[in-house]
């Protein structure tokens, strides 16, 4: 009696433990920010992170505030974000007079042991300029992994990879010897390398995991936080 009691508190149990596991993972909200003055507009979207493990949630909001280039405040939150967005827009006002901006900040995978923020920068006036960025940051220490933290393999293979999967990216380059390896990130089924192309600062290389996992320091093992593989 006493051996089922036990089973049925043991089946009971089970649904809480996916909550026990997720209390470390990131509590995000969006924000929008939209100015338009004359012929010239800023928008800005950000998956906002107001909850989750410190370490990486102070260096997800420095590496934002970098993003959108303003001097992160002493004590950064939802009460006084919206002001670090309308110093982001004065300082463009400043510095970019005649141009259109558009920011997109979003959190793009996470699992126990990191977190991965992407944001893509779009610059329009006479012409069209892209900044890409893909930045993971651990849970143990908060610290953005390294291009070495995340590849065993020497530079040549990986610049490689990144020429096998350029897709339709305007490389300008006639091979992949002439690629200039840049930051790296996990993102949900692909390893993403920033790199050089035509009318980009930075252009995201998007590297199946599979194809990847040969040449990575170590395998994923902290499981997804949506189980959703993005595909192309």
Same mark, same amino acid.
């Given at each position: 009696? @006493? !051996? ?11 649904? *809480?433990?996916? !909550?026990? *596991? ?9 924000? =929008? ?5 004359? #012929? ?16 990486? !949630?102070?260096?997800? @909001? ?30 463009? !006002? @400043? %510095?970019?007079?005649?141009? =259109? ?17 992407? =944001? ?46 350029? #897709? ?9 010897? %002439? ?32 194809? *990847? ?13 949506? #189980? ?5």
């Amino acid at each position: 009696m @006493k !051996l089922r009691r036990l089973f049925l508190f043991m089946v009971l149990c089970l649904p *809480a433990l996916p !909550l026990a *596991a997720a209390e470390n993972f990131f509590t995000t909200t969006g924000y =929008s920010f939209v100015r338009r003055s004359g #012929g010239q507009s800023y928008a800005v979207k950000v998956d906002f992170p107001v909850d989750g493990e410190a370490h990486a !949630l102070d260096s997800v @909001k420095a590496w934002i505030c970098d993003i959108l280039d303003v001097d992160e405040p002493q004590e950064l939150d939802e009460a006084n974000f919206e002001n670090v967005m309308q110093q982001s827009y004065d300082t463009f !006002l @400043k %510095e970019d007079s005649g141009m =259109s901006r558009c920011v997109e900040i979003v959190r793009s995978y996470e699992d126990e042991e990191i977190v991965t923020y992407q =944001s893509q920068v779009v610059d329009r006036d006479t012409a069209t300029w892209r900044d890409e960025d893909c930045a993971s940051f651990s849970k143990e220490d908060g610290h953005r992994l390294s291009i070495r933290e995340i590849f065993k393999c020497p530079e040549r293979k990986i610049k490689q990879l990144m020429w096998q999967y350029r #897709g339709d990216l305007p490389v300008g380059v006639s091979g992949p010897d %002439e690629l200039v390896v840049g930051d790296a990130g996990y993102i949900d089924g692909w390893v993403v390398v920033i790199g050089p192309a035509r009318g980009y600062t930075g252009a995201a290389y998007r590297i199946r995991y599979q194809v *990847a996992e040969p040449y990575l320091q170590g395998k994923r093992t902290g499981g997804y936080y949506d #189980g959703e593989e993005d595909d192309e």
